[in-house]
């Protein structure tokens, strides 16, 4: 069986950095999360960058850093930022991986990312942003998916759920 890497997209707040820590884990691979690997290397956060630089760039920066985590061996379980899925070159690059999308309503990942200094805050009402994007990005999300999981459940639960389907799943490059 070939190793492939394992990648986790939703909306901010949706729970990757957790749920892929824990498959990370139990899989003993490397987790890799977006927005550590942008601060590391444009030492800036997601914030700051969508302040300084704009959303626009700070997109193309997220893709491009889903792409190169993509290429890494050993495979890797990836965090990837919401904004990859709109990127056509970024949905090319997942049909590489077994790509999780992690669903929560916007009213409940907005109040998750209030606690969260790391994230862009650049408009005042969150969860109305939130529904815009899931809605612009839900055909995306559900495009490049493998597994939906409902991100509203415990973390460990979901974590569970994408390993038996990771492992019943796993499947050639497409």
């Known amino acids: 069986m070939r190793e492939i890497p394992i990648v986790l997209v939703g909306l901010m707040g949706a729970g990757k950095s957790t749920v892929g820590g824990l498959v990370a884990q139990a899989l003993g691979r490397v987790i890799r999360d977006s927005d550590a690997d942008l601060e590391d290397r444009y030492g800036m956060t997601a914030a700051q960058m969508a302040a300084t630089v704009g959303a626009e760039v700070l997109h193309e920066r997220e893709s491009q850093v ?50 969260s200094a790391h994230r862009p805050h650049f408009l005042p009402d969150l969860e109305r942003m939130l529904t815009e994007q899931r809605e612009r990005r839900l055909p995306y999300f559900q495009e490049v998916a493998d597994l939906t999981a409902d991100a509203t459940r415990a973390p460990e639960e979901i ?14 490059v497409r």
Not at 105 to 112: I, K, N, V
Not at 159 to 172: C, D, G, H, M, T
């Open 66 to 115: 889903l792409r190169e985590a993509l290429r890494r061996r050993p495979p890797e379980v990836i965090g990837a930022a919401a904004s990859t899925v709109e990127d056509a070159e970024a949905r090319r690059a997942l049909k590489s991986a077994f790509v999780v999308f992690l669903d929560g309503q916007p009213a409940l990942l907005a109040e998750r990312m209030k606690s």
């Open 159 to 172: 974590a569970e759920e994408v390993l038996a389907a990771f492992r019943i799943n796993q499947k050639p």
